[in-house]
């Protein structure tokens, strides 16, 4: 018999199908990253048993236990805030980084790739609202702070990431999504290196998200229900 979770998944699939539809897009062309945070291993391998092998973590003392119960082949993204005092188990651990906030972040995640042999791959998260709560470069230091990035030779920088600003319904987000898709342009065209990837929408703006050009989005309580508590720094 089909599990809730299977079923919510399944749902939300076809949205991500209906929403590159209209947007002209073929559905291969967004990443769901099913975010499991607060929710145990056992909900997780529902996930798992459905086909779906892409899942995001935010604090490695909970992705941990996860990660070692769980098959060896998912892919794991890590999205939460990086913590330099982690980064020594999360390098290993996750495909992807989501939120590489700070040029010295990305200095430290090189540093420490070098160390352990590994060529992370990451995105830059962009402060799109400006807004003090949250991390993530301010959309005119980044532009300023390229050229240095791009020199970290250890890191594969693989596109923009943004948390927009509190809205009371999903079309409202849009702006946000838009502006990043277009700061990302502004990039490529001032430095000619592709950043074809764009980590933007979560369970309540994704379809928006994807018809502004997201490649993945970072979908939890649509597919595990209602966290029984927000966590700090959420980021999907």
């Known amino acids: 018999m089909m599990s809730d979770i299977s079923r919510n998944l399944t749902e939300v ?12 897009r ?17 909900a997780v391998r529902d996930v798992v048993d459905a086909g779906h092998l892409h899942l995001g973590e935010s604090r490695w003392q909970e992705a941990e236990p ?22 020594r188990k999360i390098l290993p651990c996750f495909d992807v980084i989501h939120a590489v906030d700070s040029l ?18 990451v995105f830059l998260q962009v402060n799109v609202g400006e807004e003090a709560s949250k991390g993530g470069f ?4 980044l532009r300023a ?8 030779e250890r890191l594969e920088i693989l596109g923009l990431m943004c948390i927009p600003p509190a809205t ?3 079309e409202l987000a849009r702006p946000w999504f838009v502006m990043l898709r ?25 379809e928006v998200a994807i018809e502004e050009g997201a490649t993945h989005v970072r979908v939890g309580s649509a597919i595990f229900g209602k966290r029984a508590y927000r966590m700090d720094g959420e980021l999907g």
């Open 145 to 152: 702070e390229m050229d240095r990035l791009f020199a970290l």
């Open 26 to 42: 073929q559905s291969s062309e967004v990443q769901l990253i099913a975010v499991s945070k607060t929710f145990p291993a056992e």
């Open 13 to 24: 699939l076809k949205r991500i199908d209906s929403a590159c539809l209209r947007a002209g």
């Open 182 to 206: 277009d700061l990302r342009d502004v990039l490529v065209r001032e430095s000619g290196v592709p950043l074809p990837f764009l980590s933007m929408g979560m369970s309540e703006d994704f």
């Open 66 to 87: 996860k990660i070692a119960l769980l098959p060896g082949f998912l892919h794991w993204h890590f999205i939460g805030r990086v913590q330099r005092n982690k980064l």
């Open 168 to 170: 009371a319904e999903s």
């Open 104 to 121: 010295s972040m990305a200095s430290a995640v090189n540093e420490l790739a070098k160390e352990l042999g590994l060529f992370p791959k």
């Open 138 to 141: 301010e959309p005119v230091a």
